[in-house]
């Protein structure tokens, strides 16, 4: 999960900013533009075409409309352009609650094991006094 980091909040929103973020989104996904269009239509009702993509990652005078963020997020598979809207406060409580749902994982994954070592070392400790 990456978050633009500037030294100006503001300037994190600046329209260049955001237009760098979804030439890069678009960049980076493994759908088409044309897939990414069409899948943001049917998401959203609205048209949508490969044209305003192209726009949106350019500097014409069209801006990304924010009513679009989250479907664009949910198409393209990442949440960055709903990151970059956010205050500081609140994209870091986003991130912490994000990583500590990675951190619970991780515990249930590594107490998941030790349950299993715990099983099997008495089964080890029986055949080492056997051995002896």
């Not at 990652?57 to 198409?75: D, G, I, M, Y």
Request: net charge positive.
């Amino acid at each position: 999960m990456e978050v633009l980091k500037t030294k100006n909040d503001l300037d994190r929103f600046s329209d260049a900013k955001i237009r760098e973020l979804i030439a890069r989104v678009l960049k980076q996904s493994r759908k088409s533009r044309i897939q990414i269009a069409e899948q943001l239509s049917a998401l959203t009702g609205l048209p949508v075409t490969v044209n305003m993509l192209n726009d949106w990652c350019t500097k014409k005078r069209l801006r990304f409309p924010l009513s679009l963020a989250a479907a664009f997020c949910e198409v393209t598979g990442t949440n960055d352009l709903l990151l970059a809207a956010m205050g500081d406060q609140l994209r870091r409580r986003v991130i912490l609650g994000h990583r500590a749902v990675e951190l619970r994982s991780l515990l249930a994954a590594m107490s998941d094991e030790a349950a299993i070592l715990a099983q099997e070392a008495p089964a080890k400790r029986k055949r080492y006094r056997r051995a002896k």
